[in-house]
């Protein structure tokens, strides 16, 4: 039997991002699939902001993942159709990919297809000396020990190993087996509705040429649905409703997969280019977070922790925040650096981030119900002469038009995004969280606040070269950002073994200064976590500031 720091169970992105943000703290893991091979089911394709910006901090770029994407322009737009080549209904632009996006981020959202964005990661772990990454590996059970987790690994061809490692990190998916086993249950609707996800390659550049977009909601008696167009040229998804009691996962054969993307399609052969169905697997929306996020030594992260309907394209990116939240706090414990009670403000603080994002999700999926009865009507009897008077002239209809407007914020959540917020033991002063309901996904107002994350700003560092004030952290430490009187906070930290940047010496904002930014005045300091988030403000200079800073730290470290 040997031992490791962190078993990661589950190399999805959420797992892979684990094994990276871990090692870039110098812990060693390894990464297990029960999968020989990756998946190729496209699946996410919006990675947001703040996801890019953890793949940069352990050396994935953000510039070759938008490279390997769609471009801001094929995937700038959503519609509201009757067939990919019939009616329009209406249209919005899918989230802020454009350059008005940088005041805020230096890394738009990119649209890029699951598997590339998943190789993306694995190449980096490939170069990881910490990661010991094998696929084809079950873990079958688990069991807390003195000290430590024992699970069992069984490879493919059955043969069982013993492997104790201090923690385990079941980043499973959404139907965690870990999760059963450690008796945690899941909070919320477990089926909402049942979807096939027919994934197929075409090139439906020439049929949607004129009407560019990622996501297509299909409306049309007989047939409803969702196009998810990865890359118009190749990559497509059908995301088609069924009832599996009257139609099993079986009858959908090749042809009738083919029938059902062509009637959506709109156009049948021969103006249909060639279509070649690669993979049909049955999927089902839930909107849940588990009851609780840690058992002992073992956490849950990403789907393994919340399934979300894929209305807001938040699944992911969650996930990905999970693990950047727990790997720091991972690696701050296993250092010796941290008390163990650290650990418990991972929950306290991604839990309530979930909830948030769970809700909004179904939001999003109730609201776009009400586009079928605007286009439908209150009648049933007359659902067809009503459809039929509205698909002939759309822009008649003042009801659709507002129908879809409503859909706006489901399609533009910078907010939700970046603007969440923790108030935790590893949090000073932070605010109390406001309630969601009340919340603008849409509005985000850079805050800096301890419990935020630190804004973007383009700032010139000292060499004059012109970055992001989030380049500057590095995630392996804490930070104080000092403000230009702050010399005191600056050495301390540095001392500290910390990142050190003041104000004036080693960035300047573009264009405000440091108390109309933050509030603070010159010769105070923000400390800023590894994940970015503000851990506590110092509203001014410090007699001792290493004594003040180091008494900071062991509270937040607990
Ligand atoms: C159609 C669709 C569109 C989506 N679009 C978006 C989007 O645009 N943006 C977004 O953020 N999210 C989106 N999502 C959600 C996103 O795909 C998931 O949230 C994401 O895959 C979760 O990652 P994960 O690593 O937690 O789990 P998974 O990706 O499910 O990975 C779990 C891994 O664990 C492995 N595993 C399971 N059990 C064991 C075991 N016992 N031992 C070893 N290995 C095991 C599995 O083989 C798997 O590889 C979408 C989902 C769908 C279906």
Known sequence: MSRIPVLIVGAGPVGQLSALLLARQGIASRLIDRR?????????????????????????????LRREGASANDAGWVRFICTLTGTEFGALPYERQDDKALAHTPYPLTNIPQPKFEAALAKAIDAEPLIT??????????????????????AADGTRDALTCDYLIAADGAGSRLRDTLGIAMEGPEALQHNLMIHFEADLRALTDARPGVLYFLFQPGT???????????????????????????????????????????????????????????????????ERYRKGRVFLAGDAAHRFPPTGGLGLNTGAVDAQNLAWKLAAVLKGEAGEALLDTYETERRPVALTNCEQSLTNASKIFELFGALYGPDPAKRQAHYEAIAANPAASAELAATVEAQRPHFDSFNLQLGYRYASAATIG?????????????????????????????????????????????????????????????????????????????????????????????????????????????????????????????????
């Open 430 to 558: 932070a605010p109390a969280l406001q309630a969601a309901a009340g919340v603008d996904i849409s509005d985000y107002r850079p805050s800096w606040e301890a419990g935020a994350h630190v804004p973007h700003r383009w700032v010139k560092t000292r060499g004059g070269a012109r970055v992001s004030l989030l380049s500057l952290l590095a995630a392996d430490r804490f930070a104080i950002l000092a403000g230009p009187g702050g010399d005191g906070w600056r050495e301390a930290a540095a001392d500290a073994g910390l990142t050190a940047l003041r104000g004036g010496r080693d960035f300047e904002d573009e264009t405000e200064g440091w108390t109309e930014l933050t509030g603070l005045p010159k010769d105070g300091a923000l400390l800023v976590r590894p994940d970015g988030h503000i851990a506590c403000r110092f509203e001014g200079g410090a007699n001792d500031a290493a004594a003040l800073l180091g008494q900071t730290l062991a509270e937040v470290l607990a």
């Open 36 to 64: 020989p091979q990756p998946s190729e089911a496209p699946k996410a394709h919006a990675v947001n902001p703040r996801t890019l910006e953890i793949c940069e901090s352990v050396g994935v770029p953000a510039e070759g």
């Open 133 to 154: 990454f094998t696929r084809g590996v079950t873990c079958a059970d688990l069991a807390e020990v003195p000290d430590g987790v024992t699970a069992q690994l069984e």
């Open 224 to 290: 409803s649905g969702v196009f998810i167009a990865y890359d118009r040229g190749r990559t497509w998804v059908l995301m088609h409703p069924h009832d599996p009691a009257r139609e099993p996962r079986e009858s959908f054969d090749d042809a009738r997969c083919r029938a059902l993307i062509e009637a959506a399609i709109g156009t049948a052969a021969p103006a249909l280019p060639a279509l070649h169905v690669r993979h049909v697997s049955p999927w089902t929306m839930s909107a849940q977070v588990a």
